[in-house]
């Protein structure tokens, strides 16, 4: 049916605001299970057989990593934690057959001496680890991380009997609690805690700058039977691991908290509260409470595919990205809580922060946005990281900053400032600050919540854009022009470099739409619109986007800093024949170069050719990802640990089932041809609809769209033929034709839209998808 008199979206209803998140899931008539009554963590090892009243649970006891081999290193071994705590397990170095490490590492506890700048005077520090030690020697281990109640449990067999353990970070308590049950033969286990030298992780990598120091020893002590080491700073103020263990028949839990204060010496007591208040709860009290969180957590949406290793890694990455996020943690780090040796001891602003939270929005987890709380907290600070004479008006953020984004001295050793377009030292490097800005939109898009536009993208995205407008000047040409600017990574300076005139458009453009919605009459509209009009067109060459004017695109280079305006900013999308030639080639000619690649390059890639409707070209990249860089346990290293690259895969996976740039929402727009059948619920676009979907034998059998913000609705479906739409109660919705395989249906705030072939009525019944084939687990399975 057809109905003219649905309105046509223009680029401001695209944007058009609406309510804030509502929280409300209505299931429209899908048969959503509820959770099992069962809560004992029962696991089964074939795919998805167990538990198929409760999907979710069967998808993630089957995503559950294993362990029969022992790890050696923190990329094959479990992880715990609640993005502020951090532990990863494995065997202690140098004592294969002896002791099993449990690291103790937190999001907040860093140096304070920013005359070193944030990678030494600010970095995080290293804590410390216990050591689990068995009377035996160590034969054996079969471990088992679940994923459902982000708990360890296993086994540890020795010469001498055996030590079951289970292990979690609390949720809310942000303590570690380990619960040990010896064989006879292995009673006289015992913990030992070792402190970690408290010296920025970047000196086993790189030299000192003058004057620089590590800080004092930890001083260990008992106090009134709870077990402490405190670690002065030199700059003021200190952090406490604080620990006790617990003894109910035969088992023993060991209690571990860690607290940070600067520049007040207030963590001890805090530390030591915390452990006599907790260590009174036996260990099965706590999890109680823990897993109750994660059960919830999970159940904000459902994805099943028929890869059985990629459907359990994106299962892996929303464990992990709750392991390492949470709205009120610290930005994540490069290696998140679980700090290892590396050279990038902070949070890294050029790629790193922006690919780390991709995932939250598909995946229907705000709650872990820390990029939008920390940009608004800390903007004051951003005003400082820009040369004197801007500070009135502009804002940047550096390559990296500390947790409150702040860098500290400046220099190639120690941090990377702003810079100045045209000048060089420092690095011109200018653009970071408008790209973290547009994830901050990107969850304003998919909430429409107005308060994170008015309060915080469109104040800061107004003086990031205002930085670039003191230097863009006319040319010959009559085009706006900007002088050498550093695209990251590549090296070299260029004019009108792509990195930042594609950031520059997409604030731009961002900016007049945000100024016309919130009904602000903004002097510099006008300006911004100049821009977009007058700007030189984006560099270009035979072989596609070049770096800049200045300099092609001619060496193997692991980042897509050149091609944001394709991904994701989605500036460029093929909407001619002869942008989507460019893209393509530009695509081709990037990943053409091997040598500097990484792991994000294949993670760019995939997502550019879900944008082309390439799946099994995104496919191909996906299993490049995973043969060739990710490791056993899903993390990912390059000269240290750094943990965007596989979150950034599930954004990857996110783009080949959805997108809803540029107004329309894209139902399974670049699925691989060995996908006939999959499943999604709740997965969250922008325009805030919640879309749940159901692909069996290569055809797509309904499309779920629920409104929390009744923002205009433009759907391509994928349902061959004529489609009926109808609302909760079976009624029939209005709709119109918008072109090219989409629909405009009149849905408001609180409705919800089903979508089927006319005349069908299939089961809406939310289940796992059976695989194609099964795979290994993660972990080190035997």
Known sequence: MSHPSVPDPSRRSVLATGSALSGALLTAGLAVPRASADESGATASAPYPSHTSDPWRSVLEDADMVWQRMPTAWYEGPFLGNGFLGSGIYVEPGATATAVRFNVQHSEVQDHRPEFGSLFGLA??????????????????????????????????????????????????????????????????????????????????????????GNPPAQVADHDGVSAAVQPLLSGGQHVTAWRQRSAGRSRTLYVHVAHSYPQTTALNRALRTIRTTARLPYDALALTHRAWWHSYYRKSFLSLPDARIQRFYWIQLYKAASAARRDAPVMATSGPWLEPTP?????????????????????????????????????????????????DSLGIPRTTDPHLVNGAASPLMGY?????????????????TWALHNVWLSYRHTMDTSILRDVLFPLLRKAINYYLHFLEPGPDGRLHLPATFSPEYGGDSRDCNYDLMLLTWGCRTLVESAELLGVDDPLVPRWREVLAKRVPYPTDANGFMIGADIPFAKSHRHYSHLLAVYPLYEVTGRTPDERALIEKSLAHWVGFEGALQGYTFTGA???????????????????????????NTMYQESGPVIETPLSAAQSLHDMICQSWG???????????????????????????????????????????????????????????????????????????AGDGAIRIALHKGETALITARGDHPDLTITAVRPNQDAPRWGLPA
């Open 606 to 632: 995939a997502s550019m050719s879900a944008l082309l409707g390439k799946g099994d070209d995104a496919l191909h990249y996906l299993d490049e990802l995973m043969t060739r860089f990710i490791q056993p």
């Open 663 to 737: 107004g329309t929402i894209r139902v399974f727009p670049a699925l691989p041809a060995a996908w006939a059948d999959l499943v999604v619920h709740d997965f969250r676009t922008q325009g805030a609809f919640l879309l749940g979907a159901r692909r069996q034998s290569g055809t797509t059998r309904w499309v779920r769209l629920h409104s929390e913000a009744g923002a205009p609705c433009v759907v391509r479906h994928g349902i061959d033929g004529p489609v009926e739409v109808r609302d909760e109660r079976g009624r029939p919705l209005r709709y119109a034709q």
């Open 124 to 213: 995080r520090l290293p804590i410390g680890h216990f050591t689990l030690e068995p009377v035996g020697a160590i034969t054996g281990i079969d471990w088992r991380l679940s994923l459902r109640d982000a708990e360890l449990t296993g086994t540890l067999t020795t010469e001498k009997g055996s030590l079951a353990l289970r292990a979690l970070v609390h949720n809310d308590r942000s303590v570690l609690a380990v619960e040990v049950t010896p064989s006879e033969g292995e009673r006289g286990f015992r913990w030992v805690f070792h402190p970690a030298d408290a010296i920025s992780p970047r000196a086993a990598f790189k030299p000192l700058p003058d004057g620089y120091q």
């Open 344 to 392: 990038w001891p902070n949070t890294w602003w050029n790629l790193n922060a922006q690919l780390e939270y991709w995932l939250i929005h598909g995946s229907n987890h705000l709650e872990l946005d820390a990029i939008t709380r920390a940009l608004s907290e800390y903007r004051d600070n951003l005003a400082a990281e820009v040369a004197q004479p801007y500070r009135s």
């Open 417 to 433: 400032g702003v810079g100045i377009p045209g000048q060089d030292p420092p690095t011109p490097e200018v653009g970071d600050l």
